[in-house]
């Protein structure tokens, strides 16, 4: 059967599925189609977010032709990551400061790295 995604701010398109398909496989076909990260991807039939680990199955109202709602979720950068850590232990100023001065820090000895630096942090990196 055919069932068709709608991206939001974007272009809808039809995916050949099965009701064996789980979620996670047609997010994963979705992220080969259009190239969004599997994990940025939200799949919503009807407003609800659908399972990943759930087959087409689990859904009785999906069925051939069924449209597909796709949020893509905004990916978070390092200073929303440190100010929301911030935020469990201190209060808003106070995470706003903190957050300010270690991207401050952060920013500093990253420029102090030279390209070799760079180089063998990637590499140790990848065999991680």
């Given at each position: 059967?055919?069932?068709?995604?709608k991206?939001?701010?974007?272009?809808?398109?039809?995916?050949?599925?099965?009701?064996?398909?789980?979620?996670?496989?047609?997010?994963?076909?979705?992220?080969?189609?259009?190239n969004?990260?599997?994990?940025?991807?939200?799949?919503?039939?009807?407003?609800?977010?659908l399972?990943?680990?759930?087959?087409?199955?689990?859904?009785?109202?999906?069925?051939d032709?069924?449209?597909?709602?796709?949020i893509?979720?905004k990916?978070?950068?390092?200073?929303?990551?440190?100010?929301?850590?911030?935020?469990?232990?201190?209060?808003?100023?106070?995470?706003?400061?903190l957050?300010?001065?270690?991207m401050l820090?952060?920013?500093?000895?990253?420029?102090?790295?030279?390209?070799?630096?760079?180089?063998?942090?990637?590499?140790?990196?990848?065999?991680?």
């Amino acid at each position: 059967m055919q069932i068709v995604i709608k991206v939001l701010k974007g272009n809808d398109f039809t995916l050949d599925v099965s009701q064996a398909t789980t979620i996670v496989e047609i997010k994963k076909e979705i992220e080969k189609k259009v190239n969004i990260p599997l994990n940025l991807q939200k799949l919503l039939l009807v407003g609800r977010t659908l399972n990943d680990e759930q087959p087409l199955s689990a859904y009785p109202s999906i069925k051939d032709g069924t449209k597909l709602n796709l949020i893509v979720m905004k990916q978070e950068g390092l200073k929303e990551i440190i100010h929301r850590s911030f935020r469990k232990y201190y209060n808003e100023q106070q995470s706003e400061r903190l957050t300010r001065e270690f991207m401050l820090d952060f920013e500093t000895k990253l420029r102090l790295l030279s390209l070799d630096d760079i180089e063998r942090l990637a590499e140790h990196l990848m065999c991680i």
